[in-house]
Every structure is written in structure tokens, then in C-alpha cells.
């Protein structure tokens, strides 16, 4: 079946600007996971959506970051006044329920990701 | 302050020979360990896990490998292929107190086996 989609691949944004970046879970699973990960750095977590709720939203660094999953299905990461230090790829996995990660059900599945450049 | 650490940030081995990828972690609140490959231009994709209550975990030609006491896990790869390099994530699970088990990376360690 299909995997975890994200679009649009590649992006590119004037400093100052406003973007969204889309995700496309598996069909079916509940929970939704955004990371960022940076040049030479492993993903970071961001944000956690279990449903339409962000249940967790710990990891966004500041208010210029934010995202919705209205229908709990695809969600949007969406970026006010997009910074140089947004450059990053922004990657999105989903699993079947909340994830501890030792089951076939937990495990986190990861999309491509987008590559976000502000210049 | 990174809390899960692979120190070395590239490994080369010979094919049919074992790769061994190391990874430490600082918080004893993780409880599952994992570890991703990644291609280029593709996402992580999962590989293997273990639970902070084992020592072991084998699946085929990938075992991990689990030391609590010392903080260390590792991941073995025996024999080696080419379709094997790739870079190599190491990642830990703790639950967030926020309904969420996230997960948190290691900067990963680039295998390239030599044909």
C-alpha cells in the first residue's frame, strides 16, 4: 500500500515569508509525527498528533511554527516569517497508535520529507 | 546536550564482513531502543528495535545489542552488503508524559561496504 507522502519535496522561501508543508499518513493510522531534521544532525521531534488533537507540541521552538490535522487524517506544518535557520527537511512519519516502537502497530513510518531552504 | 550519541560519524567495512555501529544514550527514562537506515533523498525507514528488558534482538542478518548498565547499544551487521550503506540512525523512545512516545535521534553514522 501507499506509504507516507509529503509535499511539496523541495521548497524554496525568502526570508520573511510564509510556507506550508503537507503530509499524507498511511491510510488508517492515528497517530501523526512531524521532525525536522538539520545538516548533519538526526530528525528532531516537533510535534505529535494523536487524532485531530496535538497532544504533544513540545518540540517547536518557538510560536512562528504550527499544525493542524482538522479531519485526522493529512496534516500541515505551517511557518510565519520563515527564518535562514528554518533551512532544514522537514520529515513526517505516522504509525498505526501511539508509538513505543517494539510492534508492528507502533512503529514510526517516515515520508521523504521536504526540503525547506529560506533564502 | 545530546542524549543519544553515535560517535562516529562514518564506518567503511569490506562485504561478508560484520559492521558494527555503536550508539550511547544519557537518559535512563528511554525504555525502547531503535535503529533507522536512511538513502538519500528517502526517509528513515525502521530497521530494528529492542526493549530496555532485553540483552538481544536478532532479525536475520541485523542483531542489536543492549547494555543498560553501560548505557550502550549496539547494532551488527553480519554478513555485510553493499545495498547496506546507507547511514545509520540510532533512536530512543521515552514516553513524553504527553501521550506521545517520542522518538529521539542520534546524528547517525554513514556505512559504506566495499564490494
Known amino acids: 500500500g501507499a506509504g507516507v507522502s509529503q509535499t511539496p519535496s523541495n521548497k524554496v522561501t525568502e526570508k520573511g515569508k510564509y510556507v506550508e508543508l503537507r503530509c499524507d499518513p498511511i491510510?488508517?493510522?492515528?497517530?501523526l509525527y512531524w521532525y525536522r531534521q538539520s545538516l548533519g544532525q538526526g530528525p528532531e521531534f516537533l510535534i505529535y498528533f494523536q487524532g485531530t488533537g496535538a497532544a504533544d507540541d513540545s518540540g517547536l521552538p518557538n510560536d512562528r511554527f504550527f499544525a493542524v490535522r482538522p479531519e485526522g487524517s493529512v496534516s500541515t506544518l505551517k511557518i510565519q516569517r520563515t527564518e535562514r535557520g528554518d533551512s532544514a527537511v522537514y520529515l513526517c512519519a505516522s504509525s498505526l497508535r501511539p508509538s513505543m516502537g517494539g510492534s508492528s502497530t507502533d512503529t514510526q513510518y517516515f515520508g521523504p520529507g521536504t526540503r525547506l531552504t529560506v533564502l | 546536550d545530546q542524549q543519544v550519541k553515535q560517535n562516529s560519524p562514518s564506518l567503511s567495512v569490506q562485504e561478508g564482513r560484520i559492521s558494527i555501529l555503536n550508539c550511547d544514550y544519557t537518559?535512563?527514562?528511554?525504555?525502547?531502543f531503535l535503529w533507522y537506515k536512511k538513502y538519500p533523498a528517502e526517509g528513515p525507514t525502521f530497521l530494528i528495535s529492542?526493549?530496555?528488558?532485553?540483552d538481544k534482538n536478532e532479525d536475520g542478518r541485523f542483531t542489536v545489542f543492549l547494555n543498560k548498565s553501560a548505557k550502550h547499544l549496539s547494532l551488527h551487521i553480519v554478513p555485510s552488503q553493499p545495498g547496506d550503506s546507507a547511514v545509520y540512525f540510532c533512536a530512543a523512545s521515552a514516553y513524553s508524559g504527553a501521550g506521545s512516545y517520542q522518538l529521539t535521534f542520534g546524528k547517525g553514522t554513514k556505512l559504506s561496504v566495499i564490494p
Open positions: 491510510s488508517g493510522h492515528t497517530a
Open positions: 537518559n535512563s527514562m528511554f525504555d525502547y
Open positions: 529492542i526493549s530496555s528488558i532485553k
